[in-house]
């Protein structure tokens, strides 16, 4: 028998801010996942919910979740997530971009970035997985957000405690150690790299801003080449109008690219940002500005 497909409607132009919010409903780790999928106002229901940061895994694989009485095919990754979320007698309203936004519409993905999901209101569940620590989206995730908590299972601990309980294992040499007479890097240093972006310097205007962010966050990953730009523009605190960039999936990852160099040239003034290209060994990268 065919799978009745949910199939998300357009966002009302009525509502200030629209989105939407996954209303997960109560259940057993033995239960289907069952949500409503509701549009509502950012500015209505500011703190009154709660935000994922995962890692999306394999999207060749799919499963299946109940929203709205219908089937909605999601990654495991997130599957696990609301389950391990779910409360066994009350409901929850969760915020998880793989659902809440059309994925499917580029001009909504383009209007959703766009807005803020996580100020100083906001939960972030952050679920452990190696690579979450090398995705782009990370560190804007972790430091827009009022409160963090990690989970791990039915394990939970908050984003502080998680980063005192490091710096004290730090501080007596937990994570040195020594392969054939090498020091290597050490897990605590993705610890340490988020949190320094916490202490960026003050530069004097959003270019600057956002090229330390682009430099701090080069090295990691992102499903969308275009996020490299798009993940970190939150985290300017200068006037981003200023800059002149805005998400736009129907770009190409070239035209991008090229755009925010040219923004970052003529309003900051200066060429530093070619200061900072060279080669790329890797083939996704061959046809792509360096």
């Not at 259940?27 to 500011?46: I, K, M, W």
């Not at 109940?66 to 066994?88: H, K, W, Y």
């Amino acid at each position: 028998m065919a799978l009745a497909l949910h199939r998300c409607s357009s966002l009302p132009e009525t509502i200030s801010r629209p989105f939407r919010l996954l209303h997960l409903l109560p259940g057993s780790n033995d239960d289907t996942v069952a949500c409503r999928l509701f549009e509502s106002s950012l500015d209505q229901e500011t703190g009154k919910y709660e935000a994922l940061s995962y890692v999306w895994g394999d999207i060749s694989t799919r499963v299946p979740i109940q929203v709205n009485g219908g089937t909605f095919l999601i990654s495991e990754n997130l599957r696990n997530a609301l389950t391990d979320l779910r409360f066994p007698d009350l409901p929850r309203n969760i915020w998880a971009g793989a659902i809440c936004i059309n994925q499917k519409d580029a001009a909504e993905r383009v209007s959703q970035v766009r807005k803020r999901y996580l100020d100083d209101t906001t939960m972030v569940h952050v679920f452990m997985q190696p690579d979450w620590w090398l995705r782009v989206w990370t560190a804007q995730e972790i430091l827009l957000a009022r409160r963090a908590t990690i989970v791990s299972g039915p394990c939970q601990i908050s984003w502080d405690s998680f980063c005192a309980a490091v710096e004290h294992a730090n501080t007596f040499g937990a994570f040195k150690f020594v392969v054939l007479g090498v020091i290597p890097r050490s897990e605590a240093w993705m610890v340490d790299d988020i949190r320094s972006l916490q202490r960026a310097p003050r530069l004097p205007n959003p270019a600057d801003e956002l090229l330390f962010y682009l430099l701090r966050t080069r090295a990691r990953d992102a499903t969308d080449a275009r996020d490299r730009i798009f993940a970190v523009l939150g985290l300017v605190s200068g006037n981003t109008l200023d800059l002149g960039i805005q998400p736009d999936y129907g770009a190409s990852v070239e035209d991008v690219y090229c755009e925010a160099t040219r923004r970052l040239i003529v309003v900051s003034e200066n060429l530093d940002v070619l200061g900072h290209c060279y080669p790329f060994d890797d083939e996704r990268a061959a046809s792509s500005p360096s």
